[in-house]
């Protein structure tokens, strides 16, 4: 204790033992929430003791990996004679990492590679033989991904992709990436840049779709989009995206802005954007998102139109939020919400996927002490780990072709949007964790917004959910337990595309979709509670979702009529969109 205190001797008694239990408490918080924020190394300690005590199939597993080393060498002389290799291990097809031709017909890589693999596979093994846990497990298997991902034989210059590149320009290529390497060192703390932010400008080529900011409070900003057409439907939409990340994924870019399609399909839209937080927002909660949110919008939207009857369109976090206010509107007797749309939106968290290895309480735990230092988790920090979980695609894919090939990096829409991160109040934040993630409240039918229980029963309007395919953040099959929570009819839609570029996407040849029925029937099917059992009837159509919903929500916003006037006496326009709150 002496070394603690710099010297002064604080006794032993009751009150010095609590002090010194919290020091150490906190300096331990402090370590492991910096160098091991998702708690990889508690994971692959609890996974070696139970290994350690199945000898059984440790053995096992040390067998087969030294039966497959021992076979790589013949396979490796078949290569050479051009002949079947009969590989121990075979290569994941769909691994673009080593689809050169060296990998398979050079004896030399095809045994680099098939060293790699052989181990990767005997580390697997050894994971099962440690299994027991399913959030530790996970874990342990996580770490060990990246782990492999980081030291794939493809990350190095002897990758033949990056050699024939080195040869093709003469050696530049190595210079250019090496020059990239120091700016992403210095600059982005060793991580390469991904996108070309640069070729995109707010207002001009990305969040483009001309209109004006109607309202301004402490947390949102609410935009109305000029009309383009001669006539709208009666009922306006109101877009309620998340607040991680910015608006815009809904206004994303010309041909490829959701919003801008309903604009120019006979719809008033207004959307919700949400002030980026910081340190003076570490109290704000989920009420206050209500209040100042979804509701604070929903009464400008009713006062600038004059319609009593609003379609909500939301996506992920702020389906959410939008089902939460949608649940406690009907419960209060509230009929404003006339239809209710949610993209990717996660209404039961019993089942979330890879997310569940980064809301455990331990995990949790970390987090909240990384908020409590500055009173927000920064957007990079939630990057990071989402970055990490999926490494092999969002860092070693441009390791290689930034750092290593010298190529620029593309100027992709989706990356740029997700590359503008936002900050998350740590009360709100911590909240939504413990609450939804970790104890599944609101399914439950205990969650309390702003005074009133929820039950997402009491949403009684119709109801459009999209999930897509290869969603890792919102799995399709979560997403589809909404259809057995909402009072009202739902039509459930799985798209072609993940999290993101299943809501980016407008009509094109690769897009499809599966559904039951037709979204302008008078009467939608009763839905089955399995989604496997529901994918059994469904229908694939070649096209967007986008052009069904289109159907679909037209069926349920009323006549056709003249455009409202942009903003009211109450509400005059304030700025252009996209507004100030998108460039905090």
Same mark, same amino acid.
């Given at each position: 204790?002496?070394?603690?205190?710099?010297?002064?001797?604080?006794?032993?008694?009751?009150?010095?033992?609590?002090?010194?239990?919290?020091?150490?408490?906190?300096?331990?918080?402090?370590?492991?929430?910096?160098?091991?924020?998702?708690?990889?190394?508690?994971?692959?300690?609890?996974?070696?003791?139970? *290994?350690?005590?199945?000898?059984?199939?440790?053995?096992? =597993? +040390?067998?087969? %990996?030294?039966?497959? /080393? !021992?076979?790589?060498? &013949?396979?490796?002389?078949?290569?050479?004679?051009?002949?079947?290799?009969?590989?121990?291990?075979?290569?994941?097809?769909?691994?673009?990492?080593?689809?050169?031709?060296?990998?398979?017909?050079?004896? *030399?890589?095809?045994?680099?590679?098939?060293?790699?693999? =052989? +181990?990767?596979? %005997?580390?697997?093994? /050894? !994971?099962?033989?440690? &299994?027991?846990?399913?959030?530790?497990?996970?874990?342990?298997?996580?770490?060990?991904?990246?782990?492999?991902?980081?030291?794939?034989?493809?990350?190095?210059?002897?990758?033949?992709?990056?050699?024939?590149?080195?040869?093709?320009?003469?050696?530049?290529?190595?210079?250019?990436?090496?020059?990239?390497?120091?700016?992403?060192?210095?600059?982005?703390?060793?991580?390469?840049?991904?996108?070309?932010?640069?070729?995109?400008?707010?207002?001009?080529?990305?969040?483009?779709?001309?209109?004006?900011?109607?309202?301004?409070?402490?947390?949102?900003?609410?935009?109305?989009?000029?009309?383009?057409?001669?006539?709208?439907?009666?009922?306006?939409?109101?877009?309620?995206?998340?607040?991680?990340?910015?608006?815009?994924?809904?206004?994303?870019?010309?041909?490829?802005?959701?919003?801008?399609?309903?604009?120019?399909?006979?719809?008033?839209?207004?959307?919700?954007?949400?002030?980026?937080?910081?340190?003076?927002?570490?109290?704000?909660?989920?009420?206050?998102?209500?209040?100042?949110?979804?509701?604070?919008?929903?009464?400008?939207?009713?006062?600038?139109?004059?319609?009593?009857?609003?379609?909500?369109?939301?996506?992920?976090?702020?389906?959410?939020?939008?089902?939460?206010?949608?649940?406690?509107?009907?419960?209060?007797?509230?009929?404003?919400?006339?239809?209710?749309?949610?993209?990717?939106?996660?209404?039961?968290?019993?089942?979330?996927?890879?997310?569940?290895?980064?809301?455990?309480?331990?995990?949790?735990?970390?987090?909240?002490?990384?908020?409590?230092?500055?009173?927000?988790?920064?957007?990079?920090?939630?990057?990071?780990?989402?970055?990490?979980?999926?490494?092999?695609?969002?860092?070693?894919?441009?390791?290689?072709?930034?750092?290593?090939?010298?190529?620029?990096?593309?100027?992709?829409?989706?990356?740029?949007?997700?590359?503008?991160?936002?900050?998350?109040?740590?009360?709100?934040?911590?909240?939504?964790?413990?609450?939804?993630?970790?104890?599944?409240?609101?399914?439950?039918?205990?969650?309390?917004?702003?005074?009133?229980?929820?039950?997402?029963?009491?949403?009684?309007?119709?109801?459009?959910?999209?999930?897509?395919?290869?969603?890792?953040?919102?799995?399709?099959?979560?997403?589809?337990?909404?259809?057995?929570?909402?009072?009202?009819?739902?039509?459930?839609?799985?798209?072609?595309?993940?999290?993101?570029?299943?809501?980016?996407?407008?009509?094109?040849?690769?897009?499809?979709?599966?559904?039951?029925?037709?979204?302008?029937?008078?009467?939608?099917?009763?839905?089955?509670?399995?989604?496997?059992?529901?994918?059994?009837?469904?229908?694939?159509?070649?096209?967007?979702?986008?052009?069904?919903?289109?159907?679909?929500?037209?069926?349920?916003?009323?006549?056709?009529?003249?455009?409202?006037?942009?903003?009211?006496?109450?509400?005059?326009?304030?700025?252009?969109?996209?507004?100030?709150?998108?460039?905090?």
């Amino acid at each position: 204790m002496r070394a603690l205190a710099g010297g002064v001797n604080l006794g032993s008694g009751p009150s010095t033992q609590f002090w010194s239990c919290s020091v150490l408490n906190h300096l331990q918080k402090k370590l492991t929430s910096s160098l091991d924020p998702i708690g990889w190394g508690p994971a692959v300690a609890s996974v070696a003791g139970r *290994a350690v005590k199945n000898p059984r199939a440790v053995a096992e =597993a +040390t067998t087969d %990996y030294a039966h497959r /080393l !021992a076979n790589i060498p &013949a396979a490796a002389t078949r290569v050479w004679s051009a002949r079947d290799p009969q590989a121990p291990v075979a290569p994941d097809p769909k691994d673009r990492r080593f689809s050169d031709a060296a990998w398979k017909e050079n004896p *030399a890589y095809f045994s680099l590679l098939q060293s790699y693999l =052989a +181990t990767r596979e %005997y580390v697997e093994d /050894l !994971a099962d033989a440690g &299994a027991g846990d399913p959030v530790q497990d996970g874990k342990a298997r996580q770490f060990a991904n990246l782990m492999f991902d980081a030291l794939a034989p493809s990350n190095f210059l002897i990758n033949p992709g990056v050699l024939v590149r080195a040869l093709d320009t003469g050696g530049a290529s190595l210079f250019r990436g090496a020059k990239y390497a120091v700016e992403d060192v210095v600059h982005r703390k060793g991580l390469p840049l991904k996108v070309d932010r640069e070729a995109f400008t707010l207002g001009e080529n990305m969040a483009a779709t001309p209109g004006t900011v109607v309202f301004r409070n402490d947390l949102i900003e609410v935009i109305q989009y000029a009309p383009q057409t001669g006539e709208v439907h009666e009922i306006p939409i109101l877009a309620a995206p998340p607040w991680i990340n910015k608006y815009y994924i809904l206004d994303l870019a010309p041909q490829r802005s959701l919003i801008e399609w309903a604009v120019q399909h006979n719809r008033t839209v207004f959307a919700i954007s949400y002030r980026n937080p910081d340190e003076s927002m570490h109290e704000i909660t989920m009420d206050d998102y209500y209040r100042q949110g979804v509701s604070a919008a929903l009464d400008v939207v009713e006062e600038i139109t004059g319609s009593s009857r609003i379609e909500v369109l939301s996506i992920c976090l702020g389906g959410a939020m939008a089902a939460m206010t949608a649940a406690r509107m009907g419960k209060l007797g509230d009929e404003r919400i006339s239809a209710f749309t949610m993209l990717n939106t996660l209404l039961d968290y019993s089942e979330v996927g890879e997310l569940a290895l980064l809301t455990d309480p331990a995990t949790l735990d970390r987090v909240e002490f990384r908020m409590s230092r500055q009173g927000f988790l920064s957007g990079n920090e939630m990057a990071g780990s989402f970055d990490m979980i999926r490494a092999r695609d969002l860092i070693f894919n441009y390791w290689v072709s930034r750092w290593m090939k010298g190529e620029k990096p593309a100027a992709f829409d989706i990356l740029a949007w997700n590359e503008d991160s936002t900050r998350m109040p740590a009360k709100m934040h911590s909240h939504y964790l413990r609450s939804l993630y970790g104890r599944n409240e609101l399914a439950r039918g205990v969650y309390e917004l702003d005074g009133e229980v929820l039950d997402l029963s009491d949403i009684t309007c119709d109801t459009y959910v999209v999930g897509a395919i290869n969603d890792h953040i919102v799995p399709w099959t979560s997403s589809y337990k909404a259809t057995g929570l909402l009072g009202g009819s739902v039509r459930y839609v799985l798209t072609s595309g993940g999290h993101v570029a299943g809501a980016v996407n407008p009509p094109s040849p690769k897009a499809w979709f599966d559904a039951v029925g037709t979204p302008d029937a008078d009467e939608l099917p009763k839905l089955p509670e399995d989604p496997k059992a529901w994918a059994e009837k469904t229908t694939r159509t070649t096209g967007s979702w986008w052009e069904d919903w289109t159907a679909w929500s037209a069926k349920r916003a009323g006549d056709l009529v003249a455009p409202p006037a942009m903003g009211s006496a109450q509400h005059p326009p304030l700025c252009d969109a996209p507004g100030t709150y998108v460039f905090e």
